[in-house]
């Protein structure tokens, strides 16, 4: 499974002392090894007479300090020393004298020893930061060859000339630390800067995830192989929301949608799309998707891009009913008077007592339909003059109960309403009029049709959680014979009914209301086969 480079957090002090620890470590181990060096040079047959031919005791306890020196230092590497500047100065120091009485009694320059103080010089302009104290090293490194120069000249050891290559040496030393600081500098400078850029990328990867895992466009890396490589939550929550984000990567796109496949590998043979919406399940709302070709390379990865295509709809349908809307509250206005004048009469005839029994057949078929249309009417008023709802926060079981009571209460005949609800402490964001409102005529429609299938009026509000989609949802089931699949898609349109009484308008304001409350209003049928109106509105953030 391939995923993205992750990078990792960037600290430039913790980056700085790891580097001057590692530096010490490698001139703690050079040290080491020289220490050994010089021991096995003053016992082996044929370098013995290239050391320590001047006073082969001094040099064989110098070998042997300096030695036991480096062993104390490779065992106290796991402490902070590097970063102790008094140490620090301490330890050069050693060296220096080391050094210097080392090639003291080996004869001076024309050993080669003193050279070694170049590495210790060199080591100090690097590990020490103070540019003064580095060059107080190369300094004093000076000042013991010329002295021990000078002494060795004073004894008859060396000749004049010896001063010559030891100054040469001294301007080396000096030239090494100056040179080896410069770098030291730059190189700091260097890695300052680069640490810095690496904090910048850290951080912009950072935020590019959080932006990518938080954006509501559905987002897959999918690869040649039609592999999903890589998905964010969004995308997730419209393809696969039943499962854990952690085991999406790696499936095949076809297990998410055929359509969508197919939509995939259409675009990738013709480098042509048409974006059609399409459904992963029946319960899910459509999606569309796009696609763009990651990179042009050989690899064939690609990004698709997946939306959720609610939104689109609700506002072309919005645009619609609005003008919609305004035209019919128009029409509306217009119907109410005479309208009321058909009524008025109809009623003053129905007071004739001369009017015979067709007539008055007649006449109450008149005041029923216009009831019925004064009804659509009023309906309609109320969508042309919708308000903006004012959400609260609601209990939801103790609402429930209070509401079922005060809805038999008003409906003043006998009926049952049973209410199943095990969250009594669940917590939902809805108008509480606007609920009442929905719920209301959700049962006044269940109890019709229960009555009209079984003859007794009936209803059952059940309390479910979705916790793949957080989502509250309240079922309204009833006994009814149910909606056949022919009617379902325009159950929810203005006007259609399926009862002769009824005005169609119901449930299409029931559907309003909900969407305006950021709530979903649907049908579906129960496992035993009960009809049921299913409410899904969002549970309060804990």
């Known amino acids: 499974?391939?995923?993205?480079?992750?990078?990792?957090?960037?600290?430039?002090?913790?980056?700085?002392?790891?580097?001057?620890?590692?530096?010490?470590?490698v001139y703690v181990g050079y040290r080491s090894l020289l220490s050994v060096v010089l021991l096995v040079m003053l016992i082996s047959p044929n370098t013995r007479q290239l050391?320590?031919?001047?006073?082969?005791?001094?040099y064989l306890g110098v070998a042997v300090v300096y030695l036991a020196t480096s062993i104390a230092l490779m065992g106290a590497l796991a402490t902070q020393w590097h970063n102790n500047l008094s140490l620090l100065f301490a330890i050069f120091l050693v060296d220096i004298a080391a050094i210097t009485l080392l090639s003291d009694a080996s004869?001076?320059?024309?050993?080669?020893?003193?050279?070694?103080?170049?590495?210790?010089?060199?080591a100090s302009a690097v590990l020490i930061p103070k540019r003064t104290i580095a060059t107080l090293i190369a300094a004093l490194s000076v000042l013991a060859i010329l002295a021990d120069t000078?002494?060795?000249?004073?004894?008859?050891?060396?000749?004049?000339?010896?001063?010559f290559p030891a100054g040469l040496l001294g301007v080396l030393?000096?030239?090494?630390?100056?040179?080896?600081?410069i770098i030291a500098v730059r190189l700091g400078r260097v890695e300052e800067l680069a640490r810095n850029r690496a904090a910048d990328l850290y951080n912009l990867q950072r935020l590019n995830e959080q932006i990518v895992q938080h954006m509501q466009t559905g987002i897959l890396l999918v690869g040649s192989d039609s592999k999903v490589r890589v998905m964010n939550k969004s995308a997730t929550n419209l393809l696969a929301p039943q499962r854990p984000l952690t085991v999406e990567q790696g499936r095949q796109l076809a297990e998410y949608s055929s359509d969508l496949a197919y939509q995939f590998e259409h675009w990738r043979d013709t480098g042509l799309h048409r974006a059609k919406p399409f459904k992963i399940t029946d319960d899910t709302p459509p999606v569309i998707a796009h696609f763009r070709q990651l990179q042009p390379s050989a690899s064939g990865e690609a990004l698709v891009f997946v939306e959720d295509y609610t939104p689109v709809t609700q506002y072309a349908q919005s645009l619609k009913l609005t003008s919609l809307g305004r035209l019919t509250a128009s029409i509306a206005h217009e119907i109410r008077n005479p309208l009321g004048a058909i009524s008025h009469a109809a009623q003053l005839l129905d007071?004739?007592?001369?009017?015979?029994?067709?007539?008055?057949?007649?006449?109450?078929?008149?005041?029923e339909n216009s009831v019925r249309v004064n009804q659509i009417v009023e309906?309609?008023?109320?969508?042309?003059?919708?308000?903006?709802?004012k959400p609260e926060y609601i209990q939801l079981g103790e609402w429930l109960q209070g509401f079922v009571g005060d809805y038999l209460d008003t409906l003043n005949r006998p009926a049952e309403v049973t209410l199943i609800c095990d969250y009594q402490d669940l917590l939902v964001e809805f108008d509480p009029e606007n609920l009442r409102r929905v719920l209301g005529n959700l049962l006044d429609n269940a109890l019709r049709h229960s009555q009209l299938a079984t003859d007794k009026e009936s209803a059952r509000i059940e309390v479910n959680m979705d916790f793949a989609t957080h989502q509250c949802c309240i079922d309204v089931i009833d006994q009814g014979a149910g909606v056949s699949a022919a009617d379902q898609g325009r159950l929810f349109e203005p006007f259609f009914t399926t009862v002769q009484e009824g005005s169609g308008m119901g449930l299409y304001l029931c559907k309003e209301l909900c969407e305006i409350n950021n709530a979903a209003l649907s049908y579906r049928t129960t496992e035993e086969g009960e009809s049921c109106f299913r409410v899904a509105l969002n549970q309060r953030a804990q």
């Open 379 to 389: 309906n309609v008023m109320q969508i042309s003059r919708r308000e903006a709802p």
């Open 51 to 58: 050391v320590g031919m001047l006073n082969p005791q001094l």
């Open 173 to 181: 030393l000096f030239g090494v630390s100056l040179m080896v600081q």
């Open 351 to 367: 007071e004739s007592p001369e009017l015979a029994d067709a007539d008055r057949r007649m006449v109450n078929i008149v005041m």
């Open 107 to 122: 004869g001076g320059m024309v050993s080669g020893l003193p050279v070694l103080l170049i590495i210790t010089v060199a």
């Open 1 to 25: 499974m391939t995923r993205p480079a992750i990078l990792s957090p960037p600290a430039a002090s913790s980056s700085a002392s790891t580097q001057n620890a590692g530096l010490f470590r």
């Open 150 to 163: 000078v002494r060795l000249i004073s004894t008859g050891t060396l000749g004049i000339s010896a001063l």
